[in-house]
């Protein structure tokens, strides 16, 4: 089945350390894009792609980091620097046409320790 | 710039009530519009769309117009149940090369 999936499900982090989410997608998408969620609060954008080896920040790229080196695959780096991490992290992917639906992965949880 | 607005939540509603989430947008242009659904610990899903003026969009008994004039879309149901709550999102797309633009979210509660 086609579809984005995002791996792991929950994830710790101690402090000062970096974390990295995983998100693929299998729909031939040309575009990606994380967004943080906190609780009770709607999507923030961290960072998006449009096509392979290129990615533009967000509202809050601060403290997060990206690669697109592969078409299916848009992982997301939770470095040291961001000091609050803790939230509902969703990726999602869309084709580059106008007016062309989002589809989403399932969501990775992200606790500190 | 592209901006969506949706009423503020809660909402909560007795099951098989009426119900209308507002939503509406500030785009240049023609942007399509969508509703998406997020169900607690999950992702969004698309609930329905509507790609031009006057484009009806419909998905599981929900319903909701594009209206250019009023530049509105606004989320209705006849008659919800406990399986609809959720927190529903409006969002727009101006064009293929930028990211939709979300609202804030309307949590929904269905009481039976």
């Known amino acids: 089945d086609g579809g984005i999936t995002q791996s792991p499900k929950y994830l710790f982090r101690k402090e000062g350390q970096n974390v990295t989410l995983s998100c693929e997608q299998n729909?031939?998408?040309?575009?990606m894009y994380w967004y943080r969620q906190d609780p009770g609060q709607g999507l923030r954008l961290i960072y998006y792609?449009?096509?392979?080896?290129?990615?533009q920040k967000g509202d809050i790229a601060e403290g997060y980091s990206v690669s697109r080196e592969k078409k299916e695959s848009f992982p997301l780096t939770v470095t040291s620097a961001q000091k609050n991490p803790t939230a509902f992290y969703l990726c999602?992917?869309?084709?580059?046409?106008?007016?062309?639906?989002?589809?989403f992965g399932p969501g990775t949880r992200l606790l500190v320790l | 710039g592209n901006s969506v607005t949706q009423m503020e939540g809660p909402v909560t509603l007795s099951e098989e009530a009426f119900l209308t989430i507002n939503c509406t947008y500030t785009?240049?242009?023609?942007?399509?519009l969508f509703w998406y659904v997020q169900y607690p610990g999950e992702g969004l899903q698309l609930l329905l769309k509507a790609t031009k003026a006057d484009d009806k969009g419909s998905n599981k008994g929900f319903e909701a117009t594009y209206r250019k004039e009023t530049t509105s879309f606004h989320l209705e149901k006849g008659s919800v149940q406990v399986s609809d709550s959720a927190v529903y999102f409006c969002a727009l797309s101006n064009s293929g090369n930028t990211p939709l633009v979300f609202g804030k979210g309307t949590r929904l509660s269905v009481i039976a």
């Open positions: 729909l031939n998408h040309d575009a």
């Open positions: 785009a240049t242009g023609y942007p399509s």
């Open positions: 792609s449009q096509i392979v080896n290129d990615f």
């Open positions: 999602a992917s869309r084709p580059q046409r106008g007016g062309e639906t989002q589809y």
